[in-house]
């Protein structure tokens, strides 16, 4: 009884073991992932090559407003989205410090003008004394100092009245420039359009010494803009004029908008060793949706072929497992060719193609 008591024992020992390996392998061992598999047919359409680029809107033509002379502004007589013509006053700086300069300018030209007549009035005084001296230096009643001396004389009454005159001359200049920074106080439109931008205050002093402050933005027309993008270097030699663009704005999300490339720029714009070139779309904005300054991500079709075969991009790539790489990397398969297929497959989220697709 103990002897076969002890082979039970030992049996059941054993089987222990057995299932305990058995279940470590099983349950703690390497298992494979099963391979699934999904289709997508290989049909015949449109592909279309597009580059893509980011933007920004912009008018076409946009003037800046500045003023030619410095002084205190005055009053304003248009503000953000003003409708203005040429000519229209768009602000005045105060012209009392420049019609005073005016007027100091008028009463100099006035001085200048009686010293020519003192100086033509001198004039025939010595004109008077040399034509004496000549006749009497005849009869030998004057020396011929005394006739140098009249001569002398008349000839410096000539000089005097030329300076005079001069002065009358300068005395005028000024008073044109008084006349035109008087004018000038006067700001206004040189364009036909919309006020973009007002950069100034009533009682702000602008001054003009060293550059031209910008007061006004006026864009020439809103309804024709354009987006000015960079393209990169690479992608710059299929862009030329007259390619169709479409682009979108934040602002109307799955809106999409359509352009025409209207120029490429040619000077390259270097920001950290990346070359970029300007590409400007022109746009037709009869509705005023689009504004300035908005950010448009745009898409240049470069080419586009019709009827053409057409197979997914994850059926042209094919990634083995980790696990499998080395064993495919000798294992020297190559793709059947010569071989229509109606189905690509694709692998998981690995991707092959069953058959060459020609």
Do not use: C
């Amino acid at each position: 009884m103990k002897g076969a008591m002890r082979r039970v024992i030992l049996i059941a020992s054993v089987l222990i073991v057995g299932l305990a390996i058995g279940g470590y392998v099983i349950f703690t061992g390497e298992r494979k992932v099963p391979v699934r598999y999904r289709t997508a047919l290989v049909e015949r359409g449109a592909v279309t090559s597009l580059v893509t680029a980011t933007g920004t809107i912009n008018p076409v033509v946009s003037v800046q407003v500045g003023t030619q002379v410095s002084g205190m502004i005055k009053s304003l007589h248009a503000d953000f989205n003003s409708v203005v013509k040429a000519g229209d006053i768009v602000a005045t700086i105060d012209p009392e410090p420049f019609r005073a300069r005016r007027d100091q300018a008028a009463s100099n030209l006035e001085m200048a003008k009686a010293n020519v007549a003192r100086a033509r009035t001198e004039q025939a005084q010595r004109r008077r004394e040399l034509e004496r001296a000549k006749s009497l230096i005849a009869q030998q009643y004057v020396s011929q100092n005394d006739l140098d001396v009249a001569i002398t004389n008349a000839q410096g009454a000539d000089a005097q009245v030329n300076v005079a005159l001069a002065q009358v001359k300068q005395a005028e200049a000024a008073l044109n420039a008084a006349d035109l920074d008087l004018k000038y106080t006067t700001i206004r439109s040189p364009v036909n359009g919309i006020v973009v931008a007002r950069n100034i205050e009533v009682g702000q002093t602008v001054a003009a010494s060293f550059a031209t402050p910008n007061l006004f933005l006026i864009a020439l027309d809103l309804t024709k803009m354009q987006v000015d993008t960079n393209v990169s270097e690479s992608d710059i030699g299929g862009i030329t004029e007259g390619k169709e663009a479409t682009f979108t704005v934040d602002a109307y999300p799955g809106v999409p908008f359509s352009g025409t490339i209207r120029q490429v720029r040619l000077v390259p714009i270097n920001v950290q060793n990346v070359v970029t070139y300007n590409v400007v779309v022109g746009v037709d904005n009869k509705d005023l949706r689009l504004k300035p300054g908005m950010t448009a991500n745009v898409s240049i079709v470069v080419a586009q072929k019709d009827e053409v075969l057409k197979v997914p991009n994850a059926a042209l790539r094919f990634m083995p497992p980790k696990s499998e790489e080395n064993e495919t990397r000798h294992s020297g398969v190559t793709p059947t060719k010569g071989v229509k297929s109606s189905r690509a497959i694709l692998a998981g989220g690995a991707s092959m193609v069953s058959r060459t697709i020609w």
